[in-house]
């Protein structure tokens, strides 16, 4: 049954790239017509829907409300966007600084559940300072799914938690420079402001990059070095 999924998945998407029909309801039909013929089950399909999500989702707007009334959210858009422009490179650093506050509250809580908290934090950051809200919607979505320094930011994080013996201070070790300095928080403040495609050419010299270092056994030799340090604690 790869076939048929396969066919409704492109026509869902050539409608909605060509703007000939909305994505969710090419979505919604698409799904139906997988039901129907028997791609997918009703059981499959009720399995699927996150219902986490949705009540985050839902209850995201609330919050939203509620900040935007309270004007919570205008005070910590000002705070961001004050520490933005006093490192003094511009616009890259108004998005490392959405990207750190999102990275942060991820780290703490799920990313789904930063998201929302940010938001309206970020709409408002557009706002007050002037830039387009597409990239600082970007470094907060970005900041969402950096969570590395915590277990408790993402599942997979959680997974490995017991098993390994491991503790917070081990993912503050590791995952701290891969979120900071080593990678993505440069990688975010050198592409963002430019042109979307240099953001492609800068991720696929890093995707070689790290094959790479993969092909010559630095990836194995760097996680043989972190398990030698944990286990000598």
């Known amino acids: 049954m790869i076939i048929p999924a396969v066919v409704l998945t492109v026509i869902m998407l050539v409608l909605a790239s060509t703007q000939k029909l909305a994505l969710v309801i090419g979505a919604i039909f698409a799904s139906t017509l997988m039901v129907a013929i028997g791609v997918l ?7 699927s829907l ?3 999500v949705f009540m985050t989702v839902g209850s995201s707007w609330g919050i939203g409300t509620a900040m935007e009334n309270s004007g919570l959210s205008v005070i910590v858009a000002t705070a961001i966007v004050n520490v933005g422009n006093s490192i003094g490179i511009g616009a890259a650093g108004l998005y490392g600084a959405v990207y750190f506050a999102t990275g942060i509250i991820s780290n703490i809580v799920t990313n789904n559940v930063a998201m929302s908290l940010m938001i309206p934090i970020a709409y408002q950051t557009a706002v007050i300072s002037g830039y387009g809200i597409d990239k600082i919607l970007f470094a907060c979505t970005f900041g969402a799914s950096a969570c590395y320094m915590s277990p408790f930011g993402y599942q997979c994080n959680l997974l490995v938690y017991g098993p390994g013996n491991y503790k917070v201070i081990d993912y503050l070790r590791f995952g701290g420079p891969l979120q900071t300095l080593l990678l993505l928080w440069v990688t975010l ?3 963002v402001p430019v042109e979307w495609y240099w ?12 094959a790479a270092l993969s092909l010559f056994g630095f990836t194995s030799l760097l996680g043989r070095v972190a398990g030698k340090l944990h286990h000598k604690k």
């Open 41 to 47: 089950s009703q059981q499959e399909a009720r399995n």
């Open 50 to 52: 996150n219902w986490f």
């Open 189 to 191: 403040i050198l592409g």
């Open 199 to 210: 953001v492609w050419v800068w991720s696929i010299a890093l995707w070689l990059v790290a």
